[in-house]
């Protein structure tokens, strides 16, 4: 069973406007959550984390928010680049991160 | 930074070889997993680490079996390969198992083909 979804397979947005990727969960012992980000060819890089007594969490242009009672997490990107263009992968883990589960990934292509 | 190293980046092996992958990192984290990603199923877990000669079972571990002789180096072994295992297979450390809230860092994985 999937604890983790991305509904959307890919995504394309235009250089400069707000990419914004979704992710759920079912897993309500779940309390950190996490985005990676990866290029083809490469592993997975860590991007930006929350844990569950936040709501929202930012780093430069990439914010992350976390709504516990929908058991839903987003990421959005502002403004977009064409160097954003990759595969993300959202994550969420318990109380310590030895059984963090990932979602299937969105590709996001942001055109110039 | 950490750095995550998988001894090889493509690797094609026959049905029925025993096949072994490799993966070190150097920034003496106490846990080690052993990931494959599938198109649409994302990171699947297989196994995992502690410490040196501890290792749990993740979602998959039917067909796989791991070693960790050594902190820094945690190995993945196909016991008997076959054409469904093959798969990126992707190395990941983290800090230590006391230590909340801790990202994973990856290596670049490895991409196996089982003929």
């Known amino acids: 069973d999937q604890q983790v979804k991305q509904n959307s397979p890919s995504l394309s947005v235009q250089e400069g406007r707000i990419s914004i990727l979704n992710c759920d969960y079912t897993?309500?012992?779940?309390?950190?959550f996490l985005w990676y980000k990866k290029y083809p060819a490469e592993g997975p890089t860590f991007l930006i984390s929350?844990?569950?007594?936040?709501d929202k969490n930012e780093d430069g242009r990439f914010t992350v928010f976390l709504n516990k009672s929908a058991k839903h997490l987003s990421l959005h990107i502002v403004p977009s680049q064409p160097g954003d263009s990759a595969v993300y992968f959202c994550?969420?883990?318990?109380?310590?991160?030895?059984?963090?589960?990932f979602g299937a990934g969105t590709r996001l292509t942001v055109k110039p | 930074d950490v750095k995550v190293t998988q001894s090889s980046r493509y690797l094609v092996k026959r049905t029925g070889e025993k096949v072994f992958l490799e993966c070190v990192q150097d920034?003496?984290?106490?846990?080690m997993f052993w990931y494959r990603q599938d198109p649409g199923l994302g990171l699947r877990l297989i196994y995992f680490?502690?410490?040196?000669?501890?290792?749990e079972k993740g979602d998959i571990p039917e067909g796989y079996s791991v070693s960790r002789e050594k902190k820094e180096r945690f190995s993945l072994i196909l016991e008997s390969a076959s054409t469904n295992q093959t798969s990126m297979y992707l190395c990941?450390?983290?800090?230590?198992?006391?230590?909340?809230?801790?990202?994973?860092?990856f290596g670049d994985g490895t991409r196996l083909s089982i003929l």
């Open positions: 994550a969420a883990s318990p109380y310590n991160n030895n059984d963090m589960r």
């Open positions: 920034m003496d984290h106490e846990n």
């Open positions: 929350i844990s569950s007594i936040k």
């Open positions: 680490s502690y410490d040196v000669k501890m290792k």
């Open positions: 990941a450390s983290s800090l230590g198992r006391d230590l909340d809230n801790q990202p994973q860092h």
């Open positions: 897993n309500s012992m779940f309390d950190y």
